[in-house]
């Protein structure tokens, strides 16, 4: 239904930013939802935040006042712009999108891509 590549990952410094890309195989206009989530090795993985349809964004705790997730409409692909990162942000960071058909709602999920930060 739809697939997602992830860029932007690497190894940065604490204090420093980092801006994650999701390419989208379809209009994003389409995607009912999509969203960032991330998570460290031994523990569940986690929201880090959403955007929907509308516009309307969540983010969690953790990372309200760093990190700020957009979109371009025109190159169907989502962002995520972190700034301030913290050691603690360390984790795969996966691309979500929610699509919904006939009633049901179909998770997708980018291959991942691997945010690092050095203490």
């Known amino acids: 239904q739809v697939q997602l590549v992830e860029s932007g990952g690497g190894l940065v410094q604490a204090g420093g930013s980092l801006r994650l890309s999701c390419a989208a195989s379809r209009s994003i206009l389409s995607i009912n939802t999509m969203g960032w989530y991330r998570q460290a090795p031994g523990k569940q993985r986690e929201l880090v935040a959403t955007?929907?349809?509308?516009?309307?964004?969540n983010y969690a705790d953790s990372v309200k006042g760093r990190f700020t997730i957009s979109r371009d409409n025109a190159k169907n692909t989502v962002y995520l712009q972190m700034n301030s990162l913290k050691p603690e942000d360390t984790a795969v960071y996966y691309c979500?999108?929610?699509?919904?058909?006939?009633?049901?709602?179909?998770?997708?999920w980018g291959q991942g891509t691997q945010v690092t930060v050095a203490s």
């Open positions: 979500n999108a929610v699509l919904v058909v006939n009633f049901r709602f179909n998770d997708y």
């Open positions: 955007i929907a349809w509308g516009g309307n964004t």
